[in-house]
């Protein structure tokens, strides 16, 4: 048997109040790390909810926090709080993310807009933090999607900006390598979050029948991939895009 440990290490994810976020939040705490379950203030209050009520489930190495990602000066105080309290931080996971779904004849500018600044700029905001402020040795994930791969019918804007998430991990990868910080990206294929299950079943049993495994994937089995990166099982990779989509290549 070959434990991952990851006692004495912080990690910050972002978009943790639910799916794969939380699943992968509760992964890292049960591997002994801290970990800051980020979330987004929604006027209804229900994220903040939802991450509390989680961080109650867990110990005292977990904690909530409130920073919209296409913030910097959130996001910048969201990591030195991070470090008063834990005294490092070790693990980044860029989980934060939006769908505004239309063609590209319907879409509005600000439908673009708001998922480029949150799903693109976000990740752009905290690496821009964590180049300074990640341990040596860190490591960055990067939450891309099957989406950035194949370009799916009404989401241009979701595309584009996790297709940039891919680029961005690969610069960012070989911009921080000098300090033995590891930076990678995980592809997801359709996962069973509230954002998988809201696509139209029509649409969904279409996508099912081109993934050879005949199935979607669950948010733990994402989560579980989150946390080999972060391990020292992964130590030799940087610059990757792992594809997690149970076999649909289009």
């Known amino acids: 048997m070959i434990p991952i440990e990851l006692t004495g290490k912080t990690a910050i994810i972002t978009g943790a109040s639910q799916g794969l976020g939380l699943a992968t939040a509760q992964l890292l705490h049960r591997a002994g790390a801290n ?113 950035a791969v194949l370009g799916f019918f009404g989401q241009a804007n979701y595309a584009a900006a996790k297709a940039g998430v891919i680029g961005l991990t690969k610069v960012v990868s070989r911009e921080l390598a000098k300090r033995q910080i590891r930076v990678n990206a995980i592809a997801p294929g359709v996962i069973l979050t509230d954002m998988g299950k809201s696509i139209p079943p029509q649409s969904r049993d279409q996508m099912l029948q081109q993934i050879p495994l005949n199935r979607f994937g669950e948010p733990a089995e994402i989560a579980s991939v989150v946390l080999f990166l972060c391990s020292p099982l992964a130590s030799y990779m940087t610059g990757q895009v792992l594809h997690v989509n149970g076999g649909w290549w289009g």
């Not at 977990?62 to 990602?69: H, K, L």
């Not at 600044?117 to 994930?141: C, E, M, Q, R, W």
């Open 35 to 147: 970990v800051v379950l980020n979330y987004f203030d929604d006027s209804d209050g229900q994220n903040s909810r939802n991450t509390m009520e989680a961080v109650s489930k867990l110990s005292e190495r977990a904690v909530a926090v409130s920073a919209d990602v296409r913030q910097i000066d959130e996001v910048a105080q969201m990591v030195d709080s991070t470090i008063r309290q834990f005294g490092t931080f070790d693990i980044l996971v860029n989980n934060a993310g939006i769908l505004r779904d239309k063609t590209v004849k319907n879409m509005s500018a600000e439908e673009w807009q708001s998922v480029i600044d949150t799903n693109l700029t976000g990740v752009f905001n905290t690496s821009h933090i964590a180049a300074d402020k990640l341990s040596d040795s860190g490591t960055i994930v990067n939450l891309a999607s099957i989406s």
